[in-house]
Antibody, heavy 119, light 107 residues
């Protein structure tokens, strides 16, 4: 059974770079024609797609975040990662990683990790 | 892209049917029948309920159905049950834009 697990610091200082990793277990990230995505949810608010990556490295980013986002994949570790630079308090959110079986269809999600931006 | 518009809240009694709307534009919802719907209980990760407009992932009850008319997609839940009480989000193929979410209350 495929599972995803986010990991990374829960506290990031303003202007620094947020870095998270999603580890995929129970299946290979590169043996399927799926995308792998990051979605976030500020406290008490709705969902926002950040970006998605194919195992080959092809990426799609939310235009509103594109200048600050980098998503990469490491097939040898069965992981994909998110980097968000120049963070502010507005980037405080629960960050989820998920498998994308079709465009905008995220069927398996990690449990989510809370990231707070504060000095 | 602009966020999709959903009602802030809907409610219904057990056994009833309810519909949650998701309104976009001719550039997103209107152009593709590829809207997805998610259910989210408090403190939990979202769960995919409908994708590509009307497809149900394995394990999702057939009480959940999706449709589209013009620039508006809809999620219908029939035979409402207490466990259906949750937040629901739509998401458009065009730019993977989410709606603002709808809180469903089962009376």
């Amino acid at each position: 059974q495929l599972q995803l697990q986010e990991s990374g610091p829960g506290l990031v200082k303003p202007s620094e770079t947020l870095s998270l990793t999603c580890t995929v277990s129970g299946g290979s990230i590169s043996r399927s024609s799926y995308y792998w995505g990051w979605i976030r949810q500020p406290p008490g608010k709705g969902l926002e797609w950040i970006g998605s990556i194919y195992y080959s490295g092809s990426t799609y980013y939310n235009p509103s975040l594109k200048s600050r986002v980098t998503i990469s994949v490491d097939t040898s570790k069965n992981q994909f990662s998110l980097k968000l630079s120049s963070v502010t308090a507005a980037d405080t959110a629960v960050y989820y990683c998920a498998r994308e079986i079709a465009v905008d269809a995220f069927d398996i999600w990690g449990q989510g990790t809370m990231v707070t931006v504060s000095s | 892209q602009s966020a999709l518009t959903q009602p802030a809240s809907v409610s219904g009694s057990p056994g009833q049917s309810i519909t949650i709307s998701c309104t976009g534009t001719s550039s997103d919802v209107g152009s593709y029948n590829l809207v997805s719907w998610y259910q989210q209980h408090p403190g939990k990760a979202p769960k995919l309920m409908i994708y590509e407009g009307s497809k149900r992932p394995s394990g999702v009850s057939n009480r959940f159905s999706g449709s589209k008319s013009g620039n508006t997609a809809s999620l219908t839940i029939s035979g409402l049950q207490a466990e259906d009480e949750a937040d629901y989000y739509c998401c458009s193929y065009a730019g993977r834009v989410f709606g603002g979410g709808t809180k469903l209350t089962v009376l």
